[in-house]
């Protein structure tokens, strides 16, 4: 089908092309660097299961919605929302989704720049053997002259972008299927060492052992934001994935392949880096450094240290790739779209416009806590709201069934899908935000 702009419209061209896409969008820095992160600052256990369950009874459905919605109107967040209902209040959320899409790339590709850095570092080997001091030089040093971290940063968005140009059967589609696959193997290679060090059992408690005292109410709004981020929810990047899909294809047991994939890869990537910490008695609560200093801390004394430091950055560029390519495409399909322009000079401008606005996270820490807090705990959740209210409430209800149905083998699980989309999920959604702003 061609788009407003007469060129006609990209398609994936098999579902396996677009599980794999999607799930490069939802496997990223999210569930190999955040994660960990998080899970280690809110105490494992308890907060990983309140994981599972925002993504089981909150993802999962606005994931299918926002398929969905991108499938029935083949467009992207913006006109998805116009098609039905032009110029109403709704195409607000689409716009929230396209501006969630621009800020999370602008500070995304400052830790994705990071680990392009640690990729070279490993690579020429010049983290090997050097001492817990040396380690968190490296980082300070990264982080306190701007000029390396905007040069891979920089280096980061031209890859992106320049997939995003070849299209998308071409560049998003292809990329997925090398670098997806690459992902798991290189996941596997680190699971397979960290069974065999001594911290692996401690790692495995410190993750799965369920200890309620250490999960707080700002856990629980934490590990619902994360839910969005890791799914790539909530900005409008599975409405633009959706829109390239075929009507034969099951949008249905894609959504659920897409976060089972996303939940394994974050539980797996934890069960490699707490064992490694704990083997070396590091601190699991570390924060966003848990990654850039804890870890390569640990891998620089390692046996075998020096060829597990490059898998271990190489996939986390890898994931980094494909998710960065989502977020560029969410903002070039709006721009093709709506303003009618061509795919390569939409990717260009986006891409010159989220350099310019990066710029400043990579430089300044405080900005970058920021601009994460409002997109993570705030634009996601509020733009996920927002999809979920309008495909439960206000979409054409035969499009809508129709769609749901359309290639799937789950047909039969409408009624619960819809029953979640309206009722639990808001209302999970709202108590979030009531907290956020002190109301309970
Ligand atoms: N899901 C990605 C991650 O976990 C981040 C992302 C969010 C990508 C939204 C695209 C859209 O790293």
Redesign the pocket.
Known sequence: MGSDSGQPRGQWNSGTGFILAAAG???????IW?FPYITGENGGGAFVGVYLLCILLVGVPVMIAEILLGRATRSSPVRAFQVQTPRSPWIGVGMIGVL??FL?MSY?STVAGWALHYTYLSVTNSIHGAGAEQVQGMFESLTSSPLVGVVWQVVFIVITVLLAVAGVSKGIERCGLVMMPGLFVLLVILLGKAMTMPGWGDGFDFIFGMRFDNLTAAGVLEALGHSF???????G?MITYGSYLRRKDDLVSASLATAAT?TVVALVASMVVFPIVFTFGLEPGAGPGLLFVTLPTALAQMTGGAVLSVVFFVMLVF??VT??I??VE?IAAFMIDDFGMGRRKACLIGGAGVTLCGIPATVSAIWFGRVDYLVSNWL?PLGGLGIALYVAWKMDRALRRNDFGSGSALAKGYGIWLWGLKFPVPVCIGLVFLHAVGLI
């Open positions: 969008s939802a496997v990223g820095l999210g569930n955040k969630a899409a999370l995304y981020f890791t799914l790539s929810l909530g900005m990047a996303d994931g980094a998710s960065g989502a977020m969410v996601l």
